[in-house]
């Protein structure tokens, strides 16, 4: 069964620095592209990065481009976010999801609140 | 960048009725095109991609068409467990960025 699971969620004071992970099992790892996508209290859905499966391709939303670092580790099975400079805005659960055309899984999440 | 729009963005119907929901693009995306269902405090669930594929599992209910910049999810009969939002998304092909429409909100009548 293919599961992610997300962690290292909390609260932060604005221009702080959190880092997400997400253990991925299941299924082979190393030959899935990943996302991290967000949802903020109450909204829709916004893609925040993208890996490809060797890590050779990242790319970010222009609203966390320079602040927002994606990797992954093949051999632990895991996907990671580290986020620097939080703003009040970037408050949202963050789920990891996998694949690219589907994106066919996603995990629950893991909810990043931002505020003093 | 591409955009997205969703109407309606509220729907309210019953059990048994027939839903579409109708997604278009603010430029052609081909046929890539998928859509998800989400339910309060849980993750996305793909239900259609490439326009009109059914994922595996999902009930045949759920019916997916279209191309080029107009596109449509249909659910033949609506079932209690379907009150849910449901969103459209495409992946550019290169960078593989993708977006979101704004989500439709199913509700009970």
């Known amino acids: 069964e293919v599961q992610l699971v997300e962690s290292g969620g909390g609260l932060v004071q604005p221009g702080g620095s959190l880092r997400l992970s997400c253990a991925a099992s299941g299924f082979t790892f190393s030959t899935y592209a990943m996302h991290w996508v967000r949802q903020a209290p109450g909204k829709g859905l916004e893609w925040v990065s993208y890996?490809?499966?060797?890590?050779?391709?990242?790319f970010y939303a222009d609203s966390v481009k320079g602040r927002f670092t994606m990797s992954r580790d093949n051999a632990k099975n895991s996907l990671y976010l580290q986020m620097t400079s939080l703003r009040a805005e970037d408050t949202a659960m963050y789920h990891c999801?996998?694949?690219?055309?589907?994106?066919?899984?996603w995990g629950q999440g893991t909810l990043v609140t931002v505020s003093s | 960048d591409i955009q997205l729009t969703q109407s309606p963005s509220f729907l309210s119907a019953s059990v048994g009725d027939r839903v579409t929901i109708t997604c278009r693009a603010s430029?052609?995306?081909?046929?890539?095109l998928a859509w998800y269902q989400q339910k309060p405090g849980k993750a996305p669930k793909l239900l259609i991609y490439?326009?009109?594929t059914l994922q595996s599992g999902v009930p045949s209910r759920f019916s997916g068409s279209g191309s080029g910049t107009e596109f449509t999810l249909t659910i033949s009969s609506l079932q209690p467990e379907d009150f849910a939002t449901y969103y459209c998304q495409q992946v550019n092909s290169y960078p593989p960025l993708f977006t979101f429409g704004p989500g439709t909100k199913v509700d009970i009548k």
């Open positions: 890996i490809s499966s060797s890590s050779g391709s990242i």
């Open positions: 430029q052609g995306i081909s046929s890539y």
């Open positions: 999801a996998r694949g690219l055309r589907p994106v066919d899984y």
């Open positions: 490439a326009a009109s």
